[in-house]
């Protein structure tokens, strides 16, 4: 799939793209197809082994299409912690 971005920089994981609206569109199917489901599934009705399997799919795809995304921008803020938690406790060391 040549159309979903995988790289990211972290300048570009901060702006909004048709990644993060594929996220936004698919999560609440991914949620509603899972818990119909589930709940038709714990009945036994073949329409709900369907459902939780098709929601457990579109999961699957929305983690693969926003993970990328998602680790670039964890990772960015991890450092940005870092140097914060550095800086603090330089400040920290002048009170005492």
């Known amino acids: 799939m040549g159309w979903i ?35 038709m599934s714990l ?9 939780l399997g098709l929601g457990v799919g579109i999961t699957i795809f929305l983690f693969w299409v926003i993970d990328p995304k998602l680790k670039v921008l ?3 803020y991890e450092i940005k912690q870092r140097q914060y938690l550095k800086d603090l406790e330089q400040i920290q060391r002048w009170e005492d």
């Open 5 to 39: 971005k995988r790289d990211w920089t972290p300048h570009e994981a901060e702006n909004w793209t048709k990644e993060d609206w594929i996220a936004v569109v698919l999560s609440p199917f991914s949620y509603v197809l899972i818990t119909m489901g589930l709940a």
């Open 43 to 51: 009945f036994l009705l073949p329409l709900g082994y369907l459902l």
């Open 74 to 76: 964890s990772s960015e």
